[in-house]
């Protein structure tokens, strides 16, 4: 879904102007990376999480999710005691004068952002008040969340020590985080404050990326249209793929054509069964929410979200058909189970509920997944087969998809493919592989919005080359 262009993040070690004391509350995606990278800035971070187990789990030295390089900082940041793991809310928020919000805000009921975690820290910031504080808010919030926590802590405050409340939203890419973190596109500040926007330029000084200062509710916005306009571009692409699935036209060449127009780029562009994640299915559902609160009707994010969501029964419905129109009793080996490459979230994976759709209509699912079989267990339980290699997958299989597009699967032997494979049918969930070298070795080749199969009209070639 994402096509990752970063730089390969090098270990800097090159350390911010004088050493912060910085509690980072939240030990999850954001909250960790932030914490081992502002680490790795040279300030002394203090990572909190009440989940007593994962903190246990990083004491010893282990990341309890995959998450490439992040291994590697946060144990050089131990082993240099700029980073410690506590499960003491309370004494992080005494110990530091800064204090980083990055918990989880997941959807709760009618889109609406659960923001109950968000609010605990910030009475616990009030109880704990022991001197001049500020707040910086990374968790991703509705509009007027910074104001609301401002609210809560002068509410259960103990002194009357100044709190600053920033909004400091992150824009960081599961499975390059970390180099997302230390080479930032922008900073975004949100704060009417000078002494707040200085302790927070501070922070990143080191980076030297460009900085967006804004008032708060504008700096949450930012956050929210950011993830608006990516998930549009992803649900536009999916919805020009399937009328090219209705009229007979090549969609590979439609981005092809798309993505040279520099106004339009290529990123996001490809596309596939949908985008998934903690992100993109929250927070498009939590605006639209905003929006209808305040009397407008978001018709563009409303087709979004509704693209998105019938996108994974349209692959199931190909799917279905290249088998002769049922399900029933074939065999079909899924290649991916997170919502991406490089992490081993499954959160809202749209490989996961592939695999649901498969089940419902009476298919026999073998799965792989390079990292996240564990975590897929968790969500599908003992209903699929699963397989030690993609190889194992498609054994006797009628049909093998690709749902993730793992960098092991781009460069899968479509002829020991063939070989295994009971069937002949490959569909490709994210149109990442080469179809006429799967159509040289017998196979048939369904794509999204594309298939090799004979169809007038289509050269099945899309090139830049010029004359």
């Known amino acids: ?93 005494r110990r530091c004068s800064v204090v980083v919000i990055a918990v989880g805000t997941p959807k709760g009921r009618d889109g609406e952002a659960d923001l109950s975690a968000v609010y605990s820290v910030a009475a616990t910031v009030g109880r704990e008040l022991n001197g001049p504080k500020t707040v910086i808010v990374k968790s991703t919030v509705p509009v007027k969340t910074c104001e609301k926590i401002a609210a809560v802590i002068a509410e ?9 409340v920033v909004s400091n939203p992150e824009f960081l890419r599961e499975g390059v985080a970390v180099a997302d973190f230390m080479h930032p596109d922008r900073i975004v500040v949100g704060t009417d404050d ?90 498009v559902p939590a605006l639209l929410r905003a929006a209808g609160e305040h009397d407008y009707d978001a018709t563009l994010l409303r087709s979004v979200d509704a693209v998105n969501a ?82 194992e997958a498609a054994c006797g299989a009628d049909a093998v998809a690709l749902a993730t597009e793992w960098d092991d699967y781009l460069d899968v032997d479509f002829s020991r493919l063939r070989a295994l494979m009971r069937g002949d049918v490959l569909f490709d969930g994210r149109n990442a592989l080469d179809s006429g070298a799967i159509a040289a070795e017998g196979l048939r080749y369904v794509g999204v919005g594309y298939s090799e199969a004979p169809m007038h009209g289509r050269t099945g070639r899309a090139s830049t080359a010029r004359g």
């Open 310 to 391: 019938r996108q994974v029964s349209r692959a199931t419905a190909s799917l279905e058909r290249a088998l002769g129109g049922s399900l029933l009793g074939k065999n079909v080996g899924v290649l991916g189970l997170t919502f991406k490459p490089n992490t081993s979230d499954v959160r809202e994976s749209p490989a996961i509920r592939l695999v649901e759709c498969l089940l419902e209509r009476g298919a026999n699912v073998a799965v792989h997944d390079p990292v996240a079989i564990e975590e897929a267990r968790r969500a599908l339980g003992e209903r699929v087969a699963y397989c030690g290699d993609l190889y």
């Open 156 to 164: 259960n405050a103990a002194t009357g020590d100044r709190v600053d």
């Open 1 to 93: 879904m994402v096509e990752n262009h970063v730089l390969p993040y090098a270990p800097r070690r090159q350390h911010s102007n004088g050493r912060e004391s910085i509690a980072v509350v939240g030990a999850g995606y954001v909250g960790l990376v932030t914490a081992a990278c502002l680490a790795e800035l040279g300030n002394s971070v203090l990572c909190v999480d009440n989940d007593a187990a994962k903190i246990a789990v990083l004491r010893g030295g282990v990341i309890p999710f995959y998450e490439p390089g992040l291994d590697e900082i946060v144990e050089a940041a131990r082993r240099g005691r700029r980073l410690e793991f506590t499960q003491d809310v309370a004494a992080g928020v």
């Open 194 to 283: 000078p002494r707040a926007e200085a302790v927070v330029r501070k922070l990143y000084a080191a980076l030297g990326a460009p900085f967006v200062v804004t008032d708060a509710r504008t700096s949450e916005m930012i956050k929210y249209a950011a993830n608006a306009f990516l998930a549009t571009k992803v649900s536009f692409m999916n919805e020009i793929a399937n009328i090219c699935d209705a009229v007979d036209a090549d969609v590979r060449a439609v981005g092809l054509g798309l993505s040279l127009d520099p106004r339009i780029g290529s990123a996001f562009m490809r596309p596939g069964i949908g985008y998934g994640g903690s992100c993109f299915p929250k927070d």
